[in-house]
């Protein structure tokens, strides 16, 4: 039954970022921007502050890239996680092998970002797909495997 579980996890999480990836670059972007420009105008509320749309415009631009970053990176930890425990409940305790099976997802998905509009496959994005699925793999075998 863990097989099943994980294997399905595994590819819905694949699929989720495929959603992703399948995004015109406006609609992306636009996404994107709205979840930070929401999020500022409520750390802004919370102490009691309205944020001016200067304000709030210029936070977005310093903080778009790193959050899309940052995206990427916390995708890929996820689809880790599930490709790991995926390959456990078929007796494969290769750890390697999770980045590696990563590291190819993330290779077609920036390939297939070639196809979508306004879209381009980087290099730079494949990488840090990749730390991030490398990352929870260090985590899994230095932390969380030790502490059971």
């Known amino acids: ?17 495929f959603t992703f990836s399948n995004q ?10 709205s979840l930070i420009k929401s999020t500022i105008i409520n750390v802004y509320k919370l102490f009691n502050n309205d ?23 916390m995708e890929y ?15 494969i305790t290769n750890l390697y092998l999770t980045i590696l099976i990563c590291f190819i997802y993330a290779c077609t998905d920036e390939f297939h970002q070639l196809f979508v509009l306004g879209r381009s496959g980087n290099i730079v994005d494949i990488l840090i797909d990749t730390f991030g ?3 929870f793999v260090l985590l899994y075998r230095y932390v969380l495997k ?3």
């Open 133 to 135: 699925s490398t990352v």
């Open 51 to 73: 944020a001016t749309k200067e304000e709030v415009d210029n936070i977005v631009n310093i903080l778009d890239v790193p959050v899309r970053k940052m995206c990427h990176f």
């Open 24 to 33: 015109k670059s406006v609609t992306s972007t636009n996404s994107s921007q």
């Open 77 to 91: 930890l996820i689809l880790a996680v599930f490709v790991l425990f995926m390959l456990k409940s078929y007796g």
């Open 146 to 148: 030790n502490n059971k």
């Open 1 to 17: 039954m863990k097989r099943v579980i994980f294997t399905l996890l595994t590819i819905i999480w694949m699929g989720i970022i």
